[in-house]
């Protein structure tokens, strides 16, 4: 499985911005993609998750209510649709895929992961 993300750039507090996530190869191996980030002197950390088949969606409490994940099936493409952005939402966002078992918000149990795409929120 490959994954390609893109998507990122420089916006400003409050505003909006979309990165997407490509899977190709054994695509069939996915049970969930998710979304990670990781901001300069820190962990990476999870952001959100979302089941391949049946669209169950998962998110950090920090991102909560500002922030969207979704897929498209047939473009074997999942987004992270980020709303109300702040500056501490600054980091890497990488994609990453996994199949079943483990944890969802756990980056050690994910085997598929793409470039990460830079995400840079100005206040």
């Known amino acids: 499985v490959q994954l390609q993300a893109f998507g990122g750039g420089l916006v400003q507090a409050g505003d909006s911005l979309r990165v997407s996530c490509a899977a190709a190869?054994?695509?069939?191996?996915?049970?969930?993609t998710g979304w990670f980030r990781q901001a300069p002197g820190k962990e990476r950390e999870f952001v959100a998750s979302?089941?391949?088949?049946?669209?169950?969606?998962n998110y950090a409490d920090s991102v909560k209510g500002r922030f969207t994940i979704s897929r498209d099936n047939a473009k074997n493409t999942v987004y992270l649709q980020m709303d109300t952005l702040k500056p501490e939402d600054t980091a890497v966002y990488y994609c990453?895929?996994?199949?079943?078992?483990?944890?969802?918000?756990?980056?050690?149990?994910?085997?598929?992961w793409g470039q990460g795409t830079q995400v840079t929120v100005s206040s």
């Open positions: 190869g054994r695509t069939s191996n996915i049970y969930r």
């Open positions: 990453a895929a996994k199949g079943t078992g483990g944890r969802r918000d756990s980056a050690g149990d994910y085997a598929y």
């Open positions: 979302i089941t391949w088949t049946s669209g169950i969606r």
